[in-house]
Structure formats: structure tokens, C-alpha cells
């Protein structure tokens, strides 16, 4: 399908999840910005090393290197045919960079409140291979501690602390919930009760695309 999908919502929505999904039920790469950047910083590269102080703080990493790295991967083979982005733009500045690259066709924004994120967020684990992701309670590895996908081990990662996530919820609210308005224009945004199961949301997300 061609489709160039923005994944949209605060820590813990299911992002991450639905996204997967999508992408496979689609057939499109999956571009998460959050797990590129845990990629370099595993490795230590320079971009790794670039991007940790502000991550580990739960800042956003500066605009000029986010946008430069997210343009580089957009420009492989694999995306030409369409993509789905998790984690950018975060920022106005951000979707005004992706628009002079490409028309957006989607953006589903999967909404929760503060409160369910916090709890969220406090039972998330992370795969430390591809940052495949569960939660303690509602979606559990078959075995603790290892990914389904992948047997690497689970972690939690370091900006889900308590501290570095107020911080994300509050940039969120301030930088990264005004490119709602900024796409309503273009009637590309669909928003979906992210406090459903993960398969009633599931649902809801193939409806926007079989409708
Ligand atoms: P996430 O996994 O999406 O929660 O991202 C983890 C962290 O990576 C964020 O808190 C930011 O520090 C950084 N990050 C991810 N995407 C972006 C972006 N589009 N712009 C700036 N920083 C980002």
C-alpha cells in the first residue's frame, strides 16, 4: 500500500505496538526514531553519543540531527513505496521538515490521558535487541525477562523513570500535540481511544484503512 503513516501519541499509548503490527499487516518499514537512536547509543557512535544526554534527561534530541538522520533513512529504497513513522516529527519544526520531503496520507493519533500513561509506563519493558515492547500486566513475555521475538533480554528503559517521564508528557503536551492542528487542514488525522484493549484498538486502526 502507498502509504506515508505518522504514528501519534504520549508515552505509552501503544505506539510501538500497533505500529508493528501495522507494518506487517502493510508491508511497510517500520521507522522508529526512538529506537534508532538506542541503536547508536548501544553502539556508541557519534550520533549515539550526541543523543544520550538528551534522551537519558527525557529532552528531545536537537531538531538540525534528528531531522538530518530521519531524512537519511526516509531516502533508502526500502521507503519509497511508503513507510510508517513512530516518534517524528515531535515538534512543528519537525513535520514542516518532513512536508518539504513528502506528503503525509495518515496520521493516527492514539490517545490516553496522563494518568494511564504514568501506569503504563511503570510496567513497560523493552527488548534490548529491537525494542520489541510488553507490559508486566496486559501484554507479557511467554517467558519473564525474554523477548518473544527475538530471546533477547528485557530491560526498562532508562528515560522511563519517573522524573524523565513527567518531563516527556510535559514536552509532549507543549511541542508535540500542536502538529495535530498543524495536519488538520489536510483531513489526514484519525483518532483512536487508545484506553481499549490492544486488539479493539487493533481493529480500529485496520478500519481506517479498509474503509
Ligand atoms: P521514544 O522511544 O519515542 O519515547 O523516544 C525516546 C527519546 O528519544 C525521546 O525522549 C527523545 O529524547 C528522543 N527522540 C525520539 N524521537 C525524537 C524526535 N523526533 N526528536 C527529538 N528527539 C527524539
Known amino acids: 500500500m502507498q502509504a506515508r503513516i505518522l504514528l501519534f501519541g504520549p508515552q505509552g499509548s501503544g505506539k510501538g505496538t500497533q505500529g508493528e503490527k501495522l507494518a506487517e499487516w502493510l508491508s511497510l518499514p517500520?521507522?522508529?526514531?526512538?529506537?534508532?537512536?538506542?541503536?547508536?547509543?548501544?553502539?556508541?557512535t557519534e550520533l549515539g553519543k550526541l543523543a544520550q544526554e538528551f534522551i537519558n534527561k527525557g529532552e528531545l534530541v536537537p531538531d538540525?540531527?534528528?531531522?538530518?538522520?530521519?531524512?537519511?533513512?526516509?531516502?533508502?529504497?526500502?521507503c519509497k513505496a511508503g513507510f510508517i513513522l513512530d516518534g517524528f516529527p515531535r515538534n512543528v519544526v519537525q513535520a514542516e521538515a518532513l512536508d518539504s520531503y513528502t506528503q503525509i496520507t495518515h496520521l493516527l493519533h492514539i490517545e490516553i490521558s496522563d494518568t494511564e500513561a504514568i501506569r503504563r509506563i511503570a510496567q513497560r519493558r523493552t527488548c534490548t535487541a529491537q525494542g520489541h515492547v510488553y507490559h508486566l500486566t496486559y501484554n507479557p513475555p511467554k517467558h519473564a525477562g525474554i523477548c518473544d521475538e527475538d530471546s533477547s533480554p528485557l530491560e526498562q528503559r532508562k528515560d522511563d523513570t519517573e522524573e524523565a517521564l513527567q518531563k516527556r508528557l510535559e514536552i509532549y503536551h507543549s511541542e508535540t500535540e500542536p502538529i495535530l492542528q498543524h495536519y488538520q487542514p489536510s483531513k489526514v488525522v484519525y483518532t483512536i481511544n487508545g484506553e481499549q484493549s490492544i486488539e479493539t484498538v487493533w481493529q480500529e486502526v485496520q478500519k481506517i484503512f479498509t474503509s
Open 30 to 44: 517500520l521507522v522508529v526514531t526512538g529506537n534508532i537512536f538506542r541503536h547508536n547509543i548501544k553502539e556508541q
Open 64 to 78: 538540525e540531527v534528528t531531522n538530518r538522520m530521519i531524512g537519511e533513512r526516509l531516502m533508502q529504497d526500502d
